[in-house]
T-cell receptor, first 114, second 115 residues
Framework: AQSVAQPEDQVNVAEGNPLTVKCTYSVSGNPYLFWYVQYPNRGLQFLLKYITGDNLVKGSYGFEAEFNKSQTSFHLKKPSALVSDSALYFCAVRAPSGNTPLVFGKGTRLSVIA | NAGVTQTPKFRILKIGQSMTLQCTQDMNHNYMYWYRQDPGMGLKLIYYSVGAGITDKGEVPNGYNVSRSTTEDFPLRLELAAPSQTSVYFC??????????????FGQGTRLTVV
């Protein structure tokens, strides 16, 4: 069965600094990996995904993520954080066999301080 | 575009009461899902459906039931509400894709409190 680990409950970063939110996964075969963001009292919004191809994936709002197969990681990054990036971030994985449901990590709360 | 619509947004239930959380999508997606979100626990899959007439259990199905009579609607039924079902419930849908590389679209959530 597939699983996702987000080792940090909270990440704090100063505005303008680069940010990284970590994610590692476990799945049989080549994974499909996703990042979602949740703002307070809202549903989840899709940020980006890795399906195949280039290991560096670019997404919405200036975010990007790097797929590393040997480390089974899919860390979310942004070169320069904004206060408005403060939110809850979820990593998710789907097994390659058919359209199985997404399995989510526990989430990481990002706080960007002005 | 409405996307995925959930009703109600908030609800307070007494122990033992029943209710149905409604979910409808207008994107003609085959796949639909119900998740619950508890603080610090991420999202747990309750039930999912790969098309009308087909449903399957997720990780935490106990105490819930679903039906999928149309492509658009995927209601979640709580028969005997318990305090452990206090949570935020999210409905999501996704189109079929090659091997599952399509993202899911989420509703705004239903915040349920059982007292």
């Amino acid at each position: 069965a597939q699983s996702v680990a987000q080792p940090e409950d909270q990440v704090n970063v100063a505005e303008g600094n680069p940010l990284t939110v970590k994610c590692t996964y476990s799945v049989s075969g080549n994974p499909y990996l996703f990042w979602y963001v949740q703002y307070p009292n809202r549903g989840l919004q899709f940020l980006l995904k890795y399906i195949t191809g280039d290991n560096l994936v670019k997404g919405s709002y200036g975010f990007e993520a790097e797929f590393n197969k040997s480390q089974t990681s899919f860390h979310l990054k942004k070169p320069s954080a904004l206060v408005s990036d403060s939110a809850l971030y979820f990593c998710a994985v789907r097994a390659p066999s058919g359209n199985t449901p997404l399995v989510f990590g526990k989430g990481t709360r990002l706080s960007v301080i002005a | 575009n409405a996307g995925v619509t959930q009703t109600p947004k908030f609800r307070i239930l007494k122990i033992g009461q029943s209710m149905t959380l409604q979910c409808t999508q207008d994107m003609n997606h085959n796949y639909m899902y119900w998740y619950r979100q508890d603080p610090g626990m991420g999202l747990k899959l309750i039930y999912y459906s790969v098309g009308a007439g087909i449903t399957d259990k997720g990780e935490v199905p106990n105490g819930y039931n679903v039906s999928r009579s149309t492509t658009e609607d995927f209601p979640l039924r709580l028969e005997l509400a318990a305090p452990s079902q206090t949570s935020v419930y999210f409905c999501a849908s996704s189109p079929p894709g090659r091997g599952g590389g399509t993202e899911a679209f989420f509703g705004q959530g239903t915040r349920l409190t059982v007292v």
